[in-house]
């Protein structure tokens, strides 16, 4: 499986991005107002872990052509100093092949012997709409889990946000 890179125009697959202890796909759009509520804490995530051999990447499902532009897409990434691969899928395998529903939902990968697997999927913490009133930072959780070379607990949280269309 392989996707476009609106950032770099290059070909990004998981089995050439996994790298060090896990990757984490953010499935995210600039259109869902619930992905723009946590793009500060994307940022700080990203800035926390991605030193410490964890890979970060947003995945955009949204189906209609003018929500995956790639400029606007570039832009956005940098605009926001989200600084991370925005990726185009345009017809929604990715999203299709991982179960997503909502945006923004997280995925978390690790390389488990060259055989990639998903260890977590959901929601980013319990508080979508006020930061500072998250009680559970599920990603926070399962990425220092990973690190420490433990299976993240818990595996899966359901996701709030934006709905994955998928027509």
């Excluded at 964890?54 to 605009?79: G, Y």
């Excluded at 889990?145 to 607990?153: D, R, T």
Aim: charged share 25%; hydrophobic share 40%; with cysteine.
């Amino acid at each position: 499986m392989s996707l476009t890179d609106a950032v770099t125009g290059k070909t990004y697959t998981i089995s050439n991005e996994i790298k060090g202890k896990a990757l984490v796909l953010i499935f995210h759009s600039t259109n869902c107002p619930f992905a723009k509520m946590y793009e500060k804490r994307i940022i700080d995530l990203r800035t926390r872990f991605q030193n410490l051999g964890v890979s970060f990447a947003l995945v955009n499902p949204d189906p209609k052509p003018e929500h995956q532009n790639a400029d606007m897409m570039r832009s956005h990434v940098d605009a926001t100093d989200l600084n991370m691969s925005y990726l185009m899928d345009v017809e929604q395998v990715w999203a299709k092949a991982f179960k997503i529903t909502k945006i923004p939902e997280i995925v978390i990968i690790t390389p488990n012997s060259g055989s990639p697997s998903i260890v977590y999927r959901g929601a980013i913490d319990n508080n979508a709409q006020v930061e500072s009133s998250v009680t559970e930072k599920y990603v926070e959780r399962a990425i220092n889990q990973v690190l420490k070379g433990e299976k993240p607990s818990p595996e899966q949280v359901r996701a709030v946000g934006c709905n994955v269309r998928s027509f």
